[in-house]
């Protein structure tokens, strides 16, 4: 009789050696996939929805194994919903242990210097991992162009009243920290003239160049005579013109159109970026009144009208 109880007890314990071998090297050995994987872990999804699609993905031989060890470590109470990134050689408790982390993939939109608002909430309402509809208003020059980035289901709406915020923050900085004696009323004004510097010119070492042509021509009374403007008065934002300038276009009765009329337009007529912000803030002091394109990318700058109508044939002969 020992003797069978002692063979009993013995299979009995290979049985539960031979379970233990099994559950670990199910729990704690890599995962069957050969690249790294993303897995999205559903916003309340349950720890037995988790195990059934870990078992339906092929990740896991059953998901019962899978739904034990969640149980036994307490990764059922802590499970954070996103989408997770994976490398190779993961085990199945690493893989569930991620999923309480909230260490979630990150995913990315752009909003260019120098768009619309109109393009940049394009952008926001185009982009596939952002969810909800646009309703958060954004007026012209509000939204700071920048990369955003974001968990998979951020509001769009988030994104948008991130990028106000960003801007907010930015302006007021530029304008507490302007130079002396520019002729601007306000920090609204310094958006709008940043805009126009944005449109100007994509030369980064222009900028403030650029800016100290239109303060020179603002403290003269002149008309600031910039092209962008006119588009602006033409589309509104909200498309590109898709065309050159006519000279009936420079004809427009519009407030944007700075050939008739003196001063800054009503408004901003893009989102300007930090650079061209500061150059508003800080522009170059330089006799000049006039520029411009040189065929290379870039600009003429000139003190008379003498000057620039050369620079203009220059162009022109270049063109």
């Known amino acids: 009789m020992k003797k069978w109880l002692g063979i009993f007890l013995l299979v009995i314990a290979g049985s539960i050696y031979a379970a233990y071998r099994y559950v670990e090297s199910v729990c704690f050995k890599p995962l069957n996939y050969q690249t790294p994987l993303v897995f999205e872990l559903k916003r309340g999804m349950s720890a037995k929805a988790l195990a059934n699609e870990l078992a339906g993905q092929g990740l896991v031989s059953h998901f019962g194994i899978a739904y034990a060890l969640m149980r036994f470590q307490g990764y059922h109470q802590k499970l954070k919903a996103g989408e997770y990134l994976f490398d190779t050689e993961v085990s199945l408790d690493a893989f569930l242990k991620k999923l309480t982390t909230g ?25 596939k991992y952002l969810s909800g509809d646009v309703t958060e208003a954004a007026g012209e020059g509000e939204l700071l162009p920048e990369t955003y980035t974001f968990a998979k289901g951020e509001s769009k ?36 003239l940043a805009s126009i510097i944005e449109k100007e010119t994509g030369v980064k070492a222009e900028r403030a160049h650029i800016a100290s042509v239109f303060y020179n021509r603002l403290n003269k009374g002149m008309p600031l005579q910039t092209d962008p403007t006119v588009i602006y008065a033409l589309t509104q934002g909200n498309k590109d013109l898709g065309r050159s300038l006519t000279r009936k276009d420079l004809g427009v009765d519009s407030p944007y159109n700075t050939y008739l009329y003196k001063g800054l337009p009503p408004t901003p007529i893009c ?6 912000l500061e150059a508003a803030a800080h522009p170059d002091t330089t006799p000049d009144f006039y520029f411009v394109a040189d065929g290379k990318g870039g600009h003429r700058f000139a003190k008379t009208l003498a000057e620039h109508n050369q620079n203009i044939g220059l162009w022109l002969k270049n063109k």
Do not use: C, Y
């Not at 260490?103 to 982009?127: C, F, K, S, W, Y």
């Not at 302006?171 to 920090?187: A, I, R, T």
């Not at 989102?271 to 061209?276: D, I, Q, S």
């Open 271 to 276: 989102n300007p970026g930090l650079k061209a």
């Open 157 to 192: 709406n988030n994104i948008i009243k991130k990028a106000k915020h960003d801007m907010e923050l930015a302006v007021q900085h530029f304008w507490d920290n302007k130079s002396e004696g520019l002729p601007l009323k306000d920090k609204a004004e310094l958006v709008i």
């Open 103 to 127: 260490d979630v993939m990150m995913h990315r939109v752009t909003l260019p210097e120098g768009l619309t608002t109109a393009q940049m909430l394009e952008l926001i309402e185009q982009n």
